[in-house]
């Protein structure tokens, strides 16, 4: 009787597991039969619609985003298989695809390309509105897949960012997708690592057999101990619940793998840095025999245990698990049977996806469409445009438009800037530029436009206004006369043009209307102006070279002696007797107030080797930065006193100061000033909502103030102190954009006599260290000058001091730059951001003290209060050049110039290796 009803239950569960498989079936049958669906799918480059035979979605061309056919190449044979090149002569490009999608809907999309024609060397990005989801070159996979929630609008911009080179595209689709993938994430775009199938190894499922148009991978595991194991639609006995809305096809859960023991799978080339991963397990019992309890395994994620697996638990023999985990470049997932367990692991499928974040306020709605008036009133006018061409997608996201600078305003962002001189704009100035009351500057000048100056209503907060060279009409008082904002107006050089100001304008900053720059129908006139002009040249020139010469000094060689800081017209140089040694009264914090103070850290605005950095407010008002010790923190205690004494006995207005500490439950915690401007690195080529175009007298000022910094540090109370950390990421900027060292807590005093000299352990980072501390452990303040003199790279080319992603022979700024500089190819190494507008003997200074600092040996370098003296002589030569050039502005001369010649190389020395930047030890940089 017992063995008659066991028989009849495993009919009826049998039974149940195959009404179940002919319902999902249907199910995807069904979805098949309507393939288009909320599906956009784009073939770039097709000559008409198309639809593929094995899938039967329908494809359509590109034309709609655009319709140019001369950027089309072949990639494949056949028509359907062409690509789309894209490229611009503008450093700001991007190039979008705007996607229909429902307000908070979840979607996946993935882009293909052609990355067999792809250069070595060249890169660009892809990204989804405002987050950056991945780097394409020659390396990489042949697709990008994301999934993503629209957040609040009904379209979602795909675009491509300019990176080097070209960039391309062979297809796109969008397809709906899961909520669930986005139930339990902060971040609003998941990208896509793997999806394996894994106990498939015949081929890849995907659509329409996965309704959702997953790929699926197919799994060869060549481990001869794993089992694959499958099972047919109607020989498995277990019931699926059809809720579960993540649930992969049942091709995919028929089959499986299956070990005694454990189960492994391996990813080494993760993302570079510490980043948060969802994994999705899905498993189902194929073995009808087996009873809960029976099998029990452990899930690992890097050694660390996650989960304890009993399939059958539930009364469920399908089981998907969600797990959340931050890796730093690999990912150890393994499934281990439990002790008490009969049988080992089994797995069906697994998907791995990354957490991204665009650290983007949304824009606001308003500028948008003001924004997106003024772009179709422009193109009405001007089809052909280059400039007008890049300008798709968000207007500021993930990088603003071309000639648009943006900025947060009450938690969204508004342009702030516009300059498209000389764009080779004409037609009417479009009236919807008035309504970009977000706007401080507006630079129209130097193009043919035509018509009235949009009349700004006095919400607006404009403060400069250029308009010269046109052939504007009208009064330009009425347009002006309600911005309460405005102090600069230049005009000139618009024939039929109302001249009269506003009366409650006196005070602007104007030309008066002038033409300087146009030909004068009056010849006595012209002749006069280029008479003047022509004269103060003369002596603008005469008195320019007694000043080179009087400031001149030889290339790379640096007197040891002091340098008495003084005053001058041009910049203010502090003297040390205004800092003091004395004991600085340090706060202590209570734990409560730290928490209070940062809101239990709600706002994370960076990361270092201590521990995650949070923004904060003190009781009396005063913004902070919160630096707390993580548990995983590469510095221990011992960072934390060094940093906490050393603070609590300097002050210097070049070094942060530190406000206060905690040290309470196990919690270290120091508290500084809030830098708004960020770090210098971050203005450079941080993330690009914190980079911002540094011109070049500004990057000589923070340079300059970054060596005072360390100037005293090496001359502080008659004992050198070494920072051991100089680079662009501890040098943050105050709100006036005062540079300032930070990050002290591997600062250690130099050797005196009677110490070994040597270092025990080697801090520092890739790319900044020097080379001889490196191979010799032998600390000294030069050592911070070779750092130093790679800030000083950074400031001049904008560029990383390292990065493997760059073709090999300019993986490190150091070994790229020396060569050029060498040979008086500077122009090629400078940041395109400020080509032109610098002076050449300011900027020779600089690479010529850059070229001293990274000398391999430490005897050849200056010391800081020499590179101090030579920054304030090429600051000088900056300043005074910017006051001569705009004397001279107005007679139509050139806004810069830059100067090249050859530099003086010092004697030969023996050559020495760099040491390997990314060799893990002996000893381990930081």
Sequence with gaps: MEQRRRQQQQQLHNAITTLIIIIINFIIFAQSQQPQQGFVSIQCCAEANFTEQITNITYIPDDNWYPDKTSCRDTKHGAQRKSRIFSSEYNNCKWCYTLPTRINGVYLIRATFPLKNASPDSFFKVSIGATILARVNSDSKPYVEAIFKSATKNYTHFCLVKGKGKAFLSKMELRPSHQDYVKKNASRVLKLLDRVDVGNKESDIKYPTDPYDRLWRAHSYHDPTVNYISSSSSSYNGNITIADSMLPPPQVLQTALTHKERLEFYYKDLDEGSHDYNIYLHFLELNNSVRSGERIFHVYINNEKKQEIDILATGSHYLATFLNFTAKGTLNLTLVKAPNARLGPICNAYEILLQTYSGHEEMNEDEVNAITKVKDELVAENKDNHVLQTWSGDPCLPLPWHGLSCEAFNGTLAITKMDLSKSRLAGPLPPSMAELIHLKELNLSSNRFTGTIPRFPASSMLISLDVRNNDLTGNISWSVSDISHLNILYYGCNRHLHERLPQNKSNLITDDGKCNNSSSSHSAKAILIGTIAGGILLVAVVAGACFVCLYRKKPKKFEAKGHTMSKNAIYSVSSTEDVTAKSISIQCFTLECIENATQRYKTLIGEGGFGPVYRGTLPDGQDVAVKVRSDTSTQGTREFNNELNLLSSIRHENLVPLIGYCSENDQQILVYPFMSNGSLQDRLYGA?????????????????????????????????????????????????????????????????????????????????MDPEYYSTQHLSAKSDVFSFGVVLLEIVCGREPLNINRPRNEWSLVEWAKPHIRNSRVEEIVDPSIKGSYHGEAMWRVVEVALACIEPYSAYRPSMSDLVRELEDAFIIENNASEYMRSIESFGGSNRYSIERPIALPNPIPAEPSPILLQPSPPQPR
């Design 688 to 768: 690009a909502s914190k980079r911002k175009t540094l011109d070049w007298p500004a990057r000589l000022s923070i340079a300059l103030g970054a060596a005072r910094g360390l100037t005293y540090l090496h001359t502080f109370s008659e004992r050198c102190l070494i920072h051991r950390d100089v680079k662009s990421s501890n040098i943050l900027l105050d709100h006036s954009m005062c540079a300032k060292v930070a990050d002290f807590g591997f600062s250690k005093y130099a050797s005196q006599e009677g110490d070994s000299g040597t270092s025990l352990e080697v801090r520092g980072t890739a790319g900044y």
